[in-house]
């Protein structure tokens, strides 16, 4: 039964709640309020059915937080000179954190929900919930300088800003309900009618295709916007991969087809890495399907002892591989190309926690423009993320593999993106099609502000370590934690320009103050850079060479024409029953330089050939400073 009074005093109790909720999200008052009104419309609409439900407001909150989402603009609070410092601060260290960890923290800190149904709203499994609401305390914490225990505080003082917020009166909130279910009426009958027309035929019609993914059809003057269960996509099934196409991505996996939707149920995150719902919020339309891909596998197990010991033997199906393959229709082909490349940023510069970006690979021959990444996550299960991403005209195609068991080749990656964009291939807004892939390895995506120095997303897994990385942002670098007591080189001097540091941590490990990993850089002439690099070189031998207390070992030495890099792993003895380890690389590109290093303690400490590989991505993006030249 539709009873307004019950609806009216759910309307005045919870909207003020979830509109703290959506401000807390998005840093967007205007946009929050807007989404906060349009989901209690949308609730009257249904009220039939929410009415029954034992918490109705949990199911107006996830509509309510997508449409904040969908209608924020990047950080506004920088361009509104009203909002507190406090809050501005507030919002910024927020803006930081992944959307998995922004909506764990501000629903734990915020809300009346339980863990268990957080984990639901954020849309992964509560382990993995639970880490990344300890992510988002230590590096909200960090961000704002308070101490861990201060975050809800901080949190609660974001309802200042909306004290005082006018919203439309229950009666007003209901008739535009009513009109919306109207609208929806007649729109299925005007499509009855149109076929009938057409054809002679009743067709049976869902209802009319919407024009966007936040726009609908609607009588005149009545506005309606994305989540209506009566929207259908804007692309056909028949555009996406079959299962028979996933036997590429893995020997012996049986892969089986798992949802296709439009994406607009739940927190919308269905891939690692991903930031928001659509990369294209405008776009005409979306299409979503998960694969997974598992395995048989003989397990046995022992019971008993001695004589009475019996083993048991038994086949298992194990998950050992998940897919998901998305396509975005943009409204033209440079939304498209905005929607790739915020995609690309996505995996480019990941903010999951313990996930780090191992490869990157241009790819020719598929679509418009063509690119696969390589990255791995180093979490209590293990695994290697293979994501292929194309534009094809107004499309956006995304194709991911995550994998426990054997990583997938950039090669055959490629040939997945490939049947993708050939699937859709012919269809409404798609562009070129794809031929036989041709890959080749390539510089990573620049990332950060300023670009030219490694990101969060470079660092390897370390041994011992609790939660995840987090960098300090880039500072002048009027002190070098980089360097060692053999070299003792500073970034100061007459001719040096972007002069910056930075040093990662493990914010959680609070007893670890020396552990740490430091990048320092800077640019200057190329005749200077290369004598820096040298006289660097210089030190490092000559301190092994002179004191029997220090052992060098050189575990990469080269030099070409614009870059040169040099690593190596340095033992000093400061003591009789003391001994330091120190990893340590310099390296130039062009006119740019700069020195990595790492101090491994307390049986925290990286594989050497992970320090190797992040000296040569510290090398490969060096040349993005703003000032770099070759």
């Known amino acids: 039964m539709r009873s307004p009074e019950a609806f009216d005093t759910f309307y005045a109790t919870t909207r003020d709640r979830l ?72 919002l910024e260290a927020l803006a930081k954190l992944t959307s998995h960890e922004r909506k764990a923290l ?61 919203w439309p009166r229950s009666t007003i909130i209901r008739r535009t309900g009513t009109a919306r279910r109207r609208t929806h009426t007649l ?78 149920a739940g927190s919308g995150l269905v891939m690692p890495c991903q930031q928001a719902r659509f990369a294209d919020p405008a776009g005409a339309g979306a299409l979503m399907r998960s694969f997974t891909g598992t395995a048989e596998v003989d397990k046995s197990s022992r019971t008993g002892k001695g004589k009475k010991a019996r083993t048991t033997r038994r086949t298992v199906t194990e998950e050992r591989a998940t897919a998901v393959q998305f396509v975005e229709l943009s ?53 290697r993320i293979s994501v292929g991403l194309a534009r094809t005209g107004q499309l956006t195609v995304t194709t991911l593999v995550r994998s426990t068991g054997a990583p997938v080749a950039a090669k055959t990656a490629a040939a997945g993106l490939a049947a993708a964009v050939n699937a859709a291939c012919g269809s409404p807004g798609a562009g070129a099609c794809a031929g036989p892939p041709k890959v080749r390895p390539s510089e990573p995506f620049p990332v950060g502000k300023p ?29 070098n934690f980089a360097s060692t007591r053999c070299d003792n080189t500073q970034f100061r001097g007459q ?55 220090t052992s060098v070992d050189s575990l990469v030495n080269r030099s070409r024409k614009d870059t040169e890099l040099t690593v190596w792993d340095l033992d000093v003895e400061i003591s009789d029953n003391r001994t330091i380890q120190f990893w340590m690389a310099i390296m130039r590109d062009g006119n740019a330089v700069s020195q990595v ?23 490969e993006r060096l040349g993005d400073l703003p000032s770099a030249t070759r």
């Open 331 to 383: 409204a033209d082909e440079a939304q498209a190309q905005a929607a790739f490349e915020i995609t690309r940023g996505w995996y480019a510069d990941c903010l999951d926690s313990r996930v780090q970006l191992l490869s990157t690979d241009a790819v020719s021959r598929v679509g418009d423009d063509a690119t696969v990444m390589t990255l791995r996550s180093w979490n209590k299960t293990p695994s």
């Open 106 to 166: 501000v629903l734990t800190s915020l809300s009346p929900l339980s863990l268990a149904d957080i984990a639901r709203e954020v849309g992964l499994p509560r382990a993995d919930t639970e880490r990344a609401l300890q992510s988002a305390t230590s590096r909200f914490a960090m961000a704002r300088a308070v101490p861990s225990t201060d975050v809800r505080l901080r949190l609660d003082a974001l309802r200042a800003p909306l004290l005082g917020t006018s």
């Open 451 to 479: 670009t030219g120095l490694l990101a969060a997303v470079d660092m390897p897994p370390v041994a011992g370590a609790v939660g995840p990385w987090v960098g300090t942002d880039p500072e002048r670098a009027r002190s």
């Open 187 to 264: 729109i299925g009958s005007a499509a009855v009618i149109a076929a009938l027309l057409v054809s002679g035929t009743v067709v049976a019609s869902g209802g009319a295709e919407p024009s966007s993914l936040d726009q609908e059809s609607a009588l005149p003057g009545i506005s309606m916007r994305e989540g209506s269960v009566d929207e259908a996509p804007a692309l056909e099934d028949a555009t996406m991969l079959a299962t028979a196409q996933m036997k590429r991505y893995g020997r012996g996996l049986t892969w089986s087809e798992g949802e296709t939707s439009d994406n607009l």
């Open 597 to 619: 290093g790492f101090t491994p303690t307390n049986g925290m400490t990286m594989a050497r050939d992970d320090f190797t590989a992040i000296a040569e991505r510290a090398l």
């Open 19 to 90: 509109l703290l909720e959506a401000y807390a999200l998005t840093g967007d008052l205007p946009a929050a309020r807007t989404a906060v009104r349009d989901a209690f419309s949308v609730a009257w609409h249904h009220w039939s059915k929410v009415g029954r439900l034992d918490d109705p407001e949990a199911w107006v909150r996830p509509h309510a937080h997508s449409r904040a989402l969908h209608r924020h603009t990047a950080r506004p609070w920088h361009r509104d000179k009203a909002v507190d410092a406090n809050v501005r601060a507030t």
């Open 495 to 549: 001719g040096m320009r972007h002069t910056l540091t930075r040093t990662f941590v493990f914010p959680e490990m609070q007893k670890e103050k020396t552990f740490g990993l430091t990048q320092t850089v800077a640019t200057m002439k190329p005749s200077q850079a290369t004598s820096f690099v040298d006289e660097v070189r210089s030190r490092i031998r000559k301190c092994g060479e002179a004191n029997l207390g």
